[in-house]
């Protein structure tokens, strides 16, 4: 079973060449290139039942924070967080990180999302008439009940 997700080499030499564009300024495309980075280093740490529900990773001082999508992400970090520690540790070493970003603790925290829902527009729904209108009313001992009745054959004659 496969826990962790390797990047291929090929896609990490294309992105580091998208960075070596003249049109952008040297500081914007360093702070891409960290971000680039580290989206792609955590990524590659969570196991494969995490990852889709990272949001995103920023650092502020010394410290990591990780944002996920769902409470039970959140939850599961914290279960497995030596595990995914450990793994992020042999990759930070593996790809020479420390030149780009430097973190000392890991923070997993919930980012919430809410639903965007839609409006929905109750549909009026239209049938054609079937009745012509001519239906036996005579038994009707009410009078009100009658009127009604009589009220509802002119309107189906109308609509006819």
Request: glycine residues 2%; without cysteine.
């Amino acid at each position: 079973m496969q826990l962790y997700k390797a990047k291929p080499k090929e896609i990490e030499k294309r992105d580091t060449e998208l960075f070596d564009t003249p049109s952008l300024p040297k500081e914007l495309s360093r702070k891409l290139e960290q971000y680039e980075l580290l989206r792609d280093f955590i990524n590659d740490s969570l196991p494969l039942a995490l990852a889709p529900l990272f949001v995103r990773a920023r650092i502020s001082g010394e410290t990591l924070h990780i944002d996920f999508s769902h409470p039970a992400a959140k939850k599961e970090f914290e279960g497995k967080r030596e595990d995914i520690l450990k793994e992020m540790r042999r990759i930070y070493k593996e790809r020479s990180l420390k030149e780009h970003f430097r973190f000392s603790s890991v923070k997993a925290s919930m980012e919430f999302v809410p639903l965007q829902k839609e409006e929905v527009t109750p549909k009026e729904y239209r049938f054609p008439e079937r009745s012509d209108g001519q239906f036996d009313i005579s038994d009707v001992q009410d009078q009100e009940i009658r009127q009604k009745l009589e009220e509802i054959k002119k309107i189906i004659k109308e609509k006819k």
